[in-house]
């Protein structure tokens, strides 16, 4: 069991959260969470590259020079592969690099990935986090005061909200995202983890839910 010690916005330590990593994930499977980093990373590709055949490389299709006599090597097209400025002779064409995996398997790598946050002490817990209006200034003093600036920074919430969101993502190395839509990628790109108390529990509820 890990006892987390809960900071207010001033870091200040106004109490202790209780989570077991062993309740979230049993074990730390590094191949599954190798796998579903590398299938989320898959997933963002664009695969929009493209190169054009001989085909459809500008240039006249005819017989260069004739075939015999002139002592060269014999010729066709200026659109040959071999040539300057000819198509490329294996084209790379767009393409879907995208694929899914097992949805249990993917749910399982994030509660992997938050255990092994919580096991390495890369996760700060502050006991509630909101704005009456957007404060980049603000958020950037909660997190000097967390000494969480200049490390590349998850914030996790419970629910979205806009004031949070829109304070921190003009923060370099800083993201926002709820506990619903959190994965392994998202979780274990950056070096630490700031989650709100609330979302603490919803992690915690959603785990038992499916565990049950």
């Not at 202790?16 to 309740?23: C, M, T």
């Not at 997933?43 to 054009?52: D, E, L, W």
């Not at 004739?66 to 010729?75: C, E, F, H, L």
């Not at 995202?177 to 994965?183: I, Y």
Request: aromatic share 4%.
């Amino acid at each position: 069991m890990a006892k987390l010690p809960i900071y207010d916005r001033t870091g200040s330590q106004v109490g202790e959260y209780e989570i077991d990593p062993a309740a979230l994930a049993p074990r730390i499977n590094r191949q599954l969470l190798h796998d579903v980093v590398v299938m989320y990373q898959a997933n963002a590709r664009q695969g929009s590259s493209k190169t054009k055949t001989r085909a459809e490389v500008a240039g006249s299709t005819a017989k260069m020079y004739r075939q015999k006599g002139t002592g060269n090597a014999r010729a066709g097209s200026r659109r040959s592969g071999v040539r300057r400025g000819g198509g490329h002779i294996h084209a790379i064409k767009p393409r879907d690099y995208s694929y899914r995996m097992n949805r249990k398997a993917v749910r399982a790598a994030t509660r992997m990935a938050i255990a092994s946050k919580i096991a390495d002490d890369q996760v700060v817990v502050i006991d509630e986090l909101s704005f009456d209006q957007p404060a980049t200034k603000e958020m950037a003093m909660i997190l000097k005061a967390l000494k969480l600036s200049g490390s590349s920074t998850l914030v996790a919430t419970a629910a979205h909200d806009a004031n949070v969101y829109k304070s921190a993502k003009n923060l370099p190395k800083v993201s926002v995202s709820t506990v619903s839509d959190l994965n392994a990628l998202a979780v274990l790109s950056p070096r630490r983890m700031l989650v709100t108390k609330a979302a603490l529990d919803v992690i915690k509820e959603r785990n038992a839910s499916a565990a049950s």
